[in-house]
């Protein structure tokens, strides 16, 4: 683990689903749709789980990083999350990697995502509306209630 996070500020999107931004111990250099791996220390024990960056942009805050996470049945460290975090809770978490990552070169992006999975397309739409606004996306989504999807109404 590379990265100090301190979380700087949550917001629940629903009942089982929170989104959590952090401020980064030192700049990372990241692409939307990249994840990090947090290390959450839980009963005397750590714990690594991955999340992808529900936001990112280098250039209006170069070191933070947003993650969302949602309950999951057995999900010890997601659950962990949703029921705990807070502001001024700290982790350890890997730089940024992964290469689910927008295409430059594309003239049209279609994406399909259901539930949680959201997450690092959402990071992507806001990247392409930010620096590629003539581009017009397409999303298909999918999501197991009708109860408000993350990032959708906000």
């Not at 980064?24 to 939307?32: L, Y």
């Not at 399909?112 to 509306?129: C, D, K, T, V």
Request: glycine share 4%; net charge negative; charged share 20%.
């Amino acid at each position: 683990m590379s990265i100090t996070l301190t979380c700087t500020q949550t917001l629940r999107e629903s009942d089982d689903t929170v989104t959590a931004w952090f401020d980064c111990s030192h700049p990372v250099t990241a692409k939307a749709g990249q994840f990090v791996t947090l290390a959450v220390p839980i009963e005397n024990r750590v714990h690594q789980r991955s999340y992808s960056l529900s936001a990112f942009d280098a250039e209006r805050v170069p070191n933070a990083v947003r993650i969302t996470v949602k309950r999951v049945e057995d999900g010890l460290v997601s659950n962990w999350l949703v029921d705990h975090c807070e502001e001024g809770l700290t982790l350890q978490a890997s730089e940024p990697m992964g290469n689910f990552t927008l295409d430059s070169d594309a003239k049209t992006h279609v994406f399909i995502a259901a539930g949680s999975g959201i997450s690092p397309i959402a990071a992507m739409l806001q990247e392409l509306a930010e620096h590629h606004p003539t581009r017009q996306p397409i999303c298909f989504t999918s999501f197991a209630t009708p109860k408000a999807p993350p990032f959708l109404l906000s």
